[in-house]
């Protein structure tokens, strides 16, 4: 079996049962432990399993089940074309998010592996590159999606007359990242207020 088919299979199992140690997936794939922690690396680097002591579980918030293509790779929650956000991945892989709140956390987990990345224009619903796209948060407006919501919109000026009405402030792609991840994590200050 290759490393591959075995981080698969890993994958497989530990989607089913959440947690498991070293040694039963050692016996289980029929190798080495030491070729089981070589085969862990990636899925831990990509965010999809977490070390725990003496063996692994299953990222919090994290789905590996493609089998429902209408289900958000990051929340399960199901995908609303209207917001979704596509990750564009090497080999014509595609991963969709329900919205950009989710899109940005798995862009952040898949780093350079993602090669392109689109969202839809809020205003417009055209299909812009999320590399390009203005980010609003904190808005009064809610959309029924994740929290903190994250709005997309290709024109900075269009993200501007929209926070002027509804409250919020803009972000440019990374900056986006980074604080969509810091919300999640708990280190935002002003996280939990409403204007």
């Not at 994290?62 to 080999?91: G, Q």
């Not at 919109?153 to 929209?162: P, V």
């Not at 926070?163 to 980074?178: L, T």
Request: charged content about 25%; glycine content about 6%.
């Amino acid at each position: 079996m290759l490393p591959l088919e075995r981080q698969n299979k890993i994958k497989e199992l530990i989607q089913e049962k959440e947690n498991m140690k070293i040694a039963e997936l050692s016996k289980e794939l029929n190798v080495s432990e030491m070729t089981i922690h070589r085969d862990l690396k990636p899925l831990i680097d990509k965010g999809i399993i977490v070390k725990t002591f003496g063996g692994i579980s299953l990222a919090k918030g994290h789905s590996v089940n493609t089998a429902n293509p209408d289900a958000c790779i990051f929340c399960s929650r199901k995908i609303n074309e209207r917001m979704a956000y596509r990750l564009i991945l090497p080999n014509n892989k595609i991963e969709m998010a329900c919205c950009a709140h989710c899109g940005l956390l798995r862009h952040r987990q898949l780093g350079d592996e993602v090669m392109q990345a689109i969202c839809p224009d809020f205003f417009k619903q055209t299909t812009i590159s999320a590399k390009l796209a203005w980010y609003v948060m904190d808005t009064s407006l809610h959309i029924g999606c994740c929290h903190p919501q994250v709005l997309t919109f290709e024109w900075k000026e269009h993200a501007e007359k929209f926070v002027k009405g509804f409250g919020g402030r803009i972000f440019s792609f990374h900056d986006a990242v980074e604080e969509i991840f810091q919300k999640m994590n708990g280190h935002e200050h002003g996280c939990s207020k409403h204007h």
